[in-house]
């Protein structure tokens, strides 16, 4: 990856629906996105073997002046 995601921008993890080979278990998802900064925000069925996984950049603040309870200060 080149660059840096902007505040609001998402980033679709596509993986193997349940049952088919390389699958992979949502809460090892959540983990991984969580470490890199990224919360799970959608998911979407990308074909009949297919799902899509929506990261949105986690932000210091949510909403004008609310620090995120995730938050390091």
Known sequence: ???????GGTVWLMTPKTGRDGYVEPSDINEAAQTAGLAQTKSISAGKDWTGGG?????????????????VV
């Open 1 to 7: 990856m080149c660059g840096l995601l902007e505040d």
């Open 55 to 71: 990261m949105d950049v986690r932000g210091m603040y949510e909403g004008p002046g609310r620090l995120a309870a995730d938050a």
